[in-house]
């Protein structure tokens, strides 16, 4: 956890960065030499969602018989996401599926693409404008901005890019060649994901973190000014309980999820 007592509440400071700026694709200046670094996660932060079950869903989906050997592994295999020790195995079975053919992580990098571009309308509803403007706030500001997600980085990237015309860096899972399709090398998930923020040059300590994920918690620790953002309903007293007195948890316009209603600008 975050040394130093307890951090004032950092709510009136997000209230600030959500209504500062409207939504745009608009330059920004360069990260700042001495620019404070500032991890957001991609799925329930950025992003309505878990955008590596829809595109692997959508993976599944091309073909009958993907399909059905999904379906065949239900029983196992769902149960196994739900429980987080046991979520990267079952993860990685519908992976699998979802990529046999694929030798190689630029074949999946390429159908990423295909699938964000047939997709763009519904991802974007999918993007939550309230994120999107306190990352643009960061950005204004020349701070180092990164992603940090679980999903393939080339997912987070093209959707950004593709889709909200944002280029800041990203890291996430790596895949490689497994049993004649695609597997996690590295998962970018809980104390791996500090680990490969630093492995990828971004030292500096974290003075600002956003996650909805107590998977993150390592990531929210090691802030300066921790904000949970779009957590699930029950994880807001496990919040409470482990984050410092006052840390924000706020709702960024995610249905069905907790925190403290933020307004749209």
Known sequence: MSGGGPVVSQAP?????????????????????????????FDHTLYDGDSGSHLFAW?????????ALALSIVPVAGPMVAWLKTRRVGISAFVWI???????????????????????????????????DVLHHHRQLGDQVVIAT??????ARAILAFVAHEDVPV??????????????????????????LREAGFAAPVEMAYSDSSADLPLLQAARKPVVVNPKRQRVD???????????????????????????P
């Open 59 to 67: 993976l599944i989906k091309r073909s009958w018989w993907r399909m």
């Open 98 to 132: 979802g990529t046999i053919g694929m030798h190689r992580a630029g074949n999946l990098d390429a159908a990423i693409d295909r699938y964000v571009g047939l997709h763009t309308a519904q991802i974007r509803e999918r993007l939550l404008p309230i994120a999107l």
């Open 150 to 155: 679980g999903a393939p980085p080339e997912l």
């Open 238 to 264: 496990f919040f409470r309980r482990v984050l410092p007195a006052g840390t924000p948890i706020l709702n960024w316009g995610c249905p069905g999820r907790g925190g403290e209603p933020v307004g749209s």
């Open 171 to 196: 890291v996430g899972t790596l895949v490689g060649p497994r049993l004649g399709a695609l597997g996690a090398r590295r998962h970018c998930h809980s104390r791996m994901k500090m680990t490969m």
């Open 13 to 41: 400071l997000a209230q600030a960065i959500a209504a500062s700026a409207p939504l745009s694709s608009a330059r920004f200046p360069s990260v700042r030499a001495d620019a404070p670094l500032i991890v957001f996660d």
